[in-house]
């Protein structure tokens, strides 16, 4: 069985539409199907560091280990080199905390090598290098450059070192897929329109929209945006999957 960790469902979305015999998973905050034919779980974390590792610690108490978990969804981009919908394969997860240096989690290298083999194969355009998981929204350019230059990473998300964490108790190998959101220069807003499942949440947009009312006219072109990361997100996840 292949279990795919994201965010919120937005992130997924394209993937959701090849998923055959399709079921809702409430008890897993998912998703379980099949591609071809393997065994899909997709398992939603929230958004954020603890409600990950939590979200992770309760659905593999609740399922068989799988052969593979893939932590994967959007990121932040700290490098003016990635752009929106460039995918990057993360070889290292960098876990950042109010205090202290991150800890440190190292993919394994024989399958980032296969992931590689597959990616190109499909015709995958893809970046290799660390990921920064971040314990709050970095949410211009000043911050991410910031984050980026200490760190080393060239993209940031809020779940998957918190993931890997977990994986890494339970012994179950893991890799990690991200596609570019927001680019270096890009200010973000969505963060501040949602709750912590990526849902809109109307008075949090009510109120941040009366207080920057600029905001309403970027909506679509991060929608857009948001469309482009998730369809680039897929054709990664398919051509690592082999579907």
């Known amino acids: 069985m292949l279990v795919i960790f994201y965010a919120f469902k937005r992130e997924i979305a394209p993937v959701l539409t090849r998923l055959t015999q399709r079921q809702t998973r409430p008890d897993l905050n998912g998703f379980e199907g ?12 929230g958004i954020g560091q603890a409600r990950a590792r939590a979200r992770a610690e309760h659905a593999l108490a609740l399922i068989s280990p ?3 978990a893939i932590a994967a969804g959007v990121a932040g ?8 919908g460039d ?3 993360a070889d290292s997860l960098l876990l950042r905390t109010e205090v202290g240096s991150p800890r440190v989690f190292q993919a394994d290298p024989l399958l980032l ?41 060239l993209a940031v998300d809020m779940e998957s070192a918190a993931v890997a964490e977990v994986l890494e108790r339970h012994t179950i190998p893991w890799l990690c897929l991200r596609a570019v959101l927001d680019e270096l220069e890009d200010e973000v807003i969505g963060a501040e329109l949602t709750d912590a499942e990526g849902r ?7 109120l941040n929209l009366f207080k920057h009312p600029g905001h309403l006219g970027r909506l679509p072109a991060m929608a857009r945006k948001l469309a482009q990361a998730s369809h680039a997100l897929a054709a990664g996840l398919s051509a690592i999957g082999g579907w």
């Open 113 to 153: 090598q296969a992931a590689e083999r597959n990616l190109r194969r499909a015709t995958v355009q893809f970046h290799r290098g660390a990921l920064l998981t971040a314990g709050s929204v970095l949410k211009d350019r000043a911050a991410k450059q910031m984050a980026g230059e200490l760190s080393g990473a």
């Open 200 to 206: 809109v949440a109307p008075l949090k947009a009510a």
């Open 66 to 68: 799988p052969r593979l």
């Open 87 to 89: 995918l990057l394969l």
């Open 34 to 45: 099949r591609v071809g034919n393997q065994n899909i779980l997709l398992l939603a974390t």
């Open 77 to 84: 981009a700290l490098s003016g080199e990635l752009h929106c």
